[in-house]
């Protein structure tokens, strides 16, 4: 683990939501925290964005006009490419048949709205901190 | 048997006469006279008052009395006393005229013999016998008239009373001898059987019924009037009638439809509520079958709640019944059985009240609360995009300042400024839909030009970072119009940020403004998406968004056109929505150029809600 650490790779967060002030907080809060940010305002943008970029983690909001975050994350998990990518929704939806639905398909964290910078950033070196444990112990 | 004497009294001043008479009367096997004479008529009537006088000869020439009326002033003595009057052969019409009034018979002084005597006196104590026998009955009809519970009054043809019984003063309030000789007062033009007011023994005025029927009163025609006492028995029947007539009152006012049925449920009573309900005249409902009122599906529903009832289970029940004009009137129904003595079903009594209203507005109730419940999912969700902004850079600033440069420091409190602005609009615009539907908005006029408002509307749209061109048609002869400067300028911020809303980024905002008949007409128009038929007609109803609020970033909750739509009725205006030719929408608005002075500038003004 500390290996990992000590490497200056900058890891990239593809963040997905259809409202740009709130892309615009949680780009800085993730800049500040030394993350690199790719933003999309919509789910098929969200789409393209991950197989171009691969990023290490997706923030995805789950109310989004044109395809939900259900949906998009769905659709990641049986793509060859994305499927181990971590996704963390960040969602105004709390109930619990939101959390089962998103970790049932495969989602890596749930961050609520509204979310403190530690919360955020928290759930997101979780998340990409679990992928590469998995990803090493895979022969 | 007993030897009777018989007692003749004659009333002859001529000793001779009286004599020839005492000498021809004829002397029975068992019967004796007794012959006694008076020679005036005052010491013979006296004689009569004072014995039991079988037989009177009465001369009617007396030295203190003489004629026909010396036979009058007898027979009143002598009532029931057969009188034969002695007469002098110039004096028949006299004696004709004493047979008139009662006499037994005559006989001529001159011509007197023993023959006609023994005719005459044979015929009168025949008479005499039989009015003493009646004289027995009539005792006894006297006590029955006296005792008789009933007032019973003898009055003559000139409606003078004549007798009155003792019952006759409870009812009429005076004693029998006040009566007598006083008028009888009752009408008889009501005929035989009359209810007439009486003076009431002791409880006031009272109602007797009176009975009235010829008669005869001494043998002159007479009236006989009987009184029954039916005060009680009238306030009764009065108090009966007055709770039948409540009770009838209450069925026919109720605001509850009766009906009865029999074991056919065939229609047997209908009031007016009920016909009224459906439509009907009560008439037309009578002797129908109450599921002709009704379709297949309620008929059925009334069919099982009626044998419920029958065995005493289910209280109420709904179902629809079919007016005479075909609508469906929803009615609650209670209904109770009614049983013969033997228990067997006759049939139902129904209260059934018209729900339908009832209906109407439970479903407007569940639309409200379901509006209500909408409102504050949206308002939840508006309220937490500002929370999230607020959240995310104050915990930023205070945790990580110093990893921030200047520039990024500047963004995040331009950003928490933006979202408090945000939050702002949607406060102030959940307080003035609320003033709104309460109708206690207040309007702040002033003059202002059309200019000014739109640009006012521009500046502050450019200030929240919007980068659309804006096409702003301006006239020449600017109008002053009259408003509230600060609410107009908000409807035409609000319907320029809707036209960008919708409208591909960057895209024209088209922007003028024409002087209409006595008003200015503004005209917004963008290239945006459009708006389809159906939602044309919801835009101005509250918390309508063309697409739901809930799964897009477009901020607002719906409220922007209904409260500006209201602003501008508010200035007795109007406010539509067009399609654009060549695509995208155009909402078009009038304003008065003067508002009414009346209320001074700042005018309270209620309006219909939508």
Redesign the interface.
Known sequence: MGETMTEEKVETVLVI??????L???R??L???SYRVQEALSGEGGFTAAKEVRPDAILLDI???DL?GFELCRRLKLDEECRDIPVIFVT?KTAPEHLRKGLSLGASGFVT??????K?VGEVAAAIDAARKKEQSTP | MEEAARNILVIMDDEDIVDRLEEYLPAGKDVKHCLHSENRLDSGLDYISRNDIDLVFLALDLPDSEGFNTFERARQSAYGVPIVVLISVDEIEAAKEAIRHGARDYLVIEKLNRRELEIIAGGAFREREFHAQSMLVEDDLSKLFQDYPEAIIIFDSAGMIMLANPAAESILGLAPEELVGSLFGFSLTGGGHTEVEIKHEDSGPGTAEMNISKTQWRGEPAYIATFRDVTDRRQMEDKLRESEAKYRLLVENLQEGIMAINEKAVTTFINERMAEMLGYKVEEMLGKPLFAFMDEEATGVAKSYIERRRVGKGKRQEFDLISKNGSKIHVSVAMTPVANENGDYRGAIMALADVTDLQRAAIALEDQTKELSDLIDVAAHELRHPATIFKGYSTLLLEQWDNMSEEMIREALVSIDLATNRLAHLVNELFEASRIERGTITMAYQEISPYQLVMRAIHEIRAVGNTNRFNVRTLEDDEIIEVDAERVKDVIYNLIDNAVKYSDEGSDVDIWWERGNDEVVFSIADRGIGISVEDRAKVFDRFFQVEDAIHHSTPGIGLGLYIGRNYVVAHRGWMRLDPREGGGSVFTFGIPLYQSREAGDSEKMKWAKR
């Not at chain 1, 939501?17 to 709130?22: E, K």
């Open positions: 939501d259809d409202d740009p002030t709130i615009n907080v949680i800085m809060i800049e500040t925290n109310m989004m006009p939900d105004a709205k509204p979310f403190t910078v530690r955020l």
